[in-house]
């Protein structure tokens, strides 16, 4: 069975970064042509799209956010973190991790992990 | 690269429901349909244009002609009340539509 959980602080400061961990099970990281995406949903606005990481580790970022932006993949931990710094409070918003599974696009969402910014 | 789609569609129970999603180059190109219920994951419902995934509804449909792909729910029903989203790629980078709120 396929999951993605979302972990990470429910509350940063403004100018702090942001750590989320997407920890995944029922599959391998390292497989090929899977990968990983995050988005995010501000209260009362659309769904967008942050970064990718590709099975091969090629990374791919929102061209507005990619200077603040990172993400990475241990595959050994079934892990994929995703790094914002210096967070403002437009950051506020429920983030979430998918999987892409190649032709099919995105198949498994986890559930979301709330993050407010916040003095 | 953007995709657009209007802001919302409103439709009464048991008819035919239509959202499109527009971009410059979305006929070379396959798209894919989410629907993201308020406090929910968003769930997969169109894939390569008009694949649908297991355990999705016969009555969603999905096509792509020239510059515009639609997304058709026939015989909506209440349950079906959601923001969706078309997503296509650009490259190595995805581009996300606007959403569109489908009111039943």
């Known amino acids: 069975q396929v999951t993605l959980k979302e972990s990470g602080p429910v509350l940063v400061k403004p100018t702090e970064t942001l750590t989320l961990t997407c920890t995944v099970s029922?599959?391998?990281?390292?497989?090929?042509?899977?990968?990983i995406s995050w988005f995010r949903q501000p209260p009362g606005k659309a769904l967008e799209w942050l970064a990718h990481?590709?099975?091969?580790?090629?990374?791919s970022y929102r061209t507005s956010l990619k200077n603040r932006l990172t993400i990475s993949k241990d595959s050994s931990k079934s892990h994929v973190v995703l790094t914002m710094t210096n967070v403002d409070p437009v950051d506020t918003a429920t983030y979430y991790c998918?999987?892409?599974?190649?032709?099919?696009?995105?198949?498994?969402w986890g559930q979301g992990t709330p993050v407010t910014v916040s003095s | 690269y953007e995709l657009t789609q209007p802001p919302s569609v409103s439709v009464s129970p048991g008819q035919t429901a239509i959202i499109t999603c527009s971009g410059e180059s979305l006929g070379d190109q396959y798209t894919s349909w989410y629907q993201h219920k308020p406090g929910q994951a968003p769930i997969l419902v169109i894939y390569q244009d008009s694949k649908r995934p297991s355990g999705i509804p016969e009555r969603f449909s999905g096509s792509n002609s020239g510059s515009t792909t639609a997304l058709t729910i026939s015989g909506t029903q209440a349950v079906d009340e959601a923001d969706y989203y078309c997503l296509a790629w650009d490259s190595t980078s995805v581009v996300f539509g606007g959403g569109t709120k489908l009111t039943v």
């Open positions: 029922g599959f391998s990281l390292s497989s090929g042509n899977l990968g």
């Open positions: 990481v590709f099975s091969n580790g090629e990374e």
């Open positions: 998918t999987r892409w599974g190649g032709a099919v696009d995105f198949d498994y």
